[in-house]
């Protein structure tokens, strides 16, 4: 079975990324950098120079993003924490959010952990994500962060989705749209 692609640039790379409808008459190019080590080192290194200087720590949401969380970390020598989406009993007393997930409607729990909840405490942070699309996720993060006593001070992502208007602020590498025609 073959998809309908868009070919993408990204870090100096072309990426093919299958269009997936999300909703009746909504599609979207998905971008999944799991598992392209060429890519995920590509776009640490793209992103290294943009980290604001007051950064102190970075934050992303399991699991597609802790890859690239992991290895711009690295580059830039800041810790990170991962928001996880199922409690595990080693995480003590976490704190968590909502976010709608845009592929199945349906809500999902973020969790942050105890130790990175007192790791973030005070620190400002960088919220990292792969796609910024609807802001859903942006904004439990945000919500997690504000209940932990970290101060946001950017945000930073591979690629932004939609109308490229709403996200002024993101740090991003490059812009997907939205289609709105059905699939054949």
């Known amino acids: 079975m073959s998809r309908d692609t868009l070919s993408v640039e990204v870090a100096g790379l072309t990426r093919e990324l299958s ?14 950098m799991l598992g392209d080590v ?17 950064a102190e720590m970075l934050v992303c949401v399991a699991s597609k993003t802790i890859p690239l969380a992991h290895a711009l970390a690295v580059r830039v020598g800041l810790p990170y924490a991962v928001l996880r989406r199922r409690y595990r009993p ?10 709608m997930d845009i592929f199945t409607a349906r809500p999902i729990t973020l969790l942050l952990e105890e ?3 007192a790791r973030c405490h005070g ?9 910024v699309s609807t802001g859903s996720a942006s904004s439990a993060m945000r919500t997690l962060m504000d209940r932990a ?9 591979v690629f932004t989705e939609g109308r490229a208007e ?5 740090i991003a590498l490059g812009h997907l749209p939205l289609f709105t025609s059905e699939l054949d």
């Not at 620190?123 to 796609?131: A, G, I, K, M, S």
């Not at 006593?149 to 930073?156: C, D, K, N, S, W």
């Open 19 to 32: 269009l997936v409808e999300v909703t009746p008459g909504i599609v979207v190019p998905v971008f999944h």
């Open 166 to 170: 709403r996200w002024p602020d993101v």
């Open 115 to 117: 130790k990175d909840r």
């Open 38 to 54: 060429e890519l995920v080192e590509s776009v640490a290194d793209a992103l290294a120079g943009r980290v604001p200087e007051q």
């Open 90 to 99: 080693y995480m003590g007393a976490v704190i968590e959010a909502q976010v």
């Open 149 to 157: 006593g970290a101060r946001v001070i950017g945000e930073m992502a």
């Open 123 to 131: 620190r400002n942070v960088l919220l990292l994500e792969d796609v």
